[in-house]
T-cell receptor, first 113, second 112 residues
Framework: NAGVTQTPKFRILKIGQSMTLQCAQDMNHNYMYWYRQDPGMGLKLIYYSVGAGITDKGEVPNGYNVSRSTTEDFPLRLELAAPSQTSVYFC????????????FGDGTRLSIL | QQQVKQSPQSLIVQKGGIPIINCAYENTAFDYFPWYQQFPGKGPALLIAIRPDVSEKKEGRFTISFNKSAKQFSLHIMDSQPGDSATYFCAASKNAGNMLTFGGGTRLMVKP
């Protein structure tokens, strides 16, 4: 079982560049989430989705965009990278209809220089 | 209020000690309380969870104690080992698969 797969694992960007962080899950979960975790800190919710075609903002959405065209995939887009977006990004998924709790990927470490 | 408050922020114990991490919540609609364990370079992984119809749940060396009236729950690690050194997050939600509200995390170090 792959679970939640995130790519890439590491990335260095220059200020102003854009990129997409990929997230895919194979558990048929309908809820998916993006978090960021700054060094030594907790998890902050960026965006979440309760199903294909439905997304909503979390606690810290500014500077990010998401889309959910399929159940399996939930990419996170950074349009104009800023140093404040240097962080570790985690994707997670869950299914409330079958009481399946959140499973996390192993994260993408992003540095913006 | 959706907050979950976790303490302490960091904890150091000797091998064999019993670290205790505490969490308090405000929303009485929460009915699922998991703990996640995170090792460096990895994503958080579900460790153990409890529902409010029981006051304690044990899985191996890990125990959750739950006090519904006080709106508090805690994680106890019996006979702690250096391999338990990690960051621990408590969380709460309305049923198991819904969005979680996370505590701020506790960095645990178990010294050999």
């Amino acid at each position: 079982n792959a679970g939640v797969t995130q790519t890439p694992k590491f990335r260095i960007l220059k200020i102003g560049q854009s990129m997409t962080l990929q997230c895919a899950q194979d558990m048929n979960h309908n809820y998916m989430y993006w978090y960021r975790q700054d060094p030594g800190m907790g998890l902050k919710l960026i965006y979440y989705s309760v199903g294909a075609g439905i997304t909503d903002k979390g606690e810290v959405p500014n500077g990010y965009n998401v889309s959910r065209s399929t159940t399996e995939d939930f990419p996170l887009r950074l349009e104009l990278a800023a140093p404040s977006q240097t962080s570790v990004y985690f994707c997670a998924s869950s299914n409330p209809h079958s009481n399946q709790p959140q499973h996390f990927g192993d994260g993408t470490r992003l540095s913006i220089l | 209020q959706q907050q979950v408050k976790q303490s302490p922020q960091s904890l150091i114990v000797q091998k064999g000690g019993i670290p205790i991490i505490n969490c308090a919540y405000e929303n009485t609609a929460f009915d699922y309380f998991p703990w996640y364990q995170q090792f460096p370079g990895k994503g958080p992984a579900l460790l153990i969870a409890i529902r409010p119809d029981v006051s304690e749940k044990k899985e191996g060396r890990f125990t959750i104690s739950f006090n519904k009236s006080a709106k508090q729950f805690s994680l106890h690690i019996m006979d702690s080992q250096p391999g338990d050194s990690a960051t621990y997050f408590c969380a709460a939600s309305k049923n198991a698969g819904n969005m979680l509200t996370f505590g701020g995390g506790t960095r645990l170090m178990v010294k050999p």
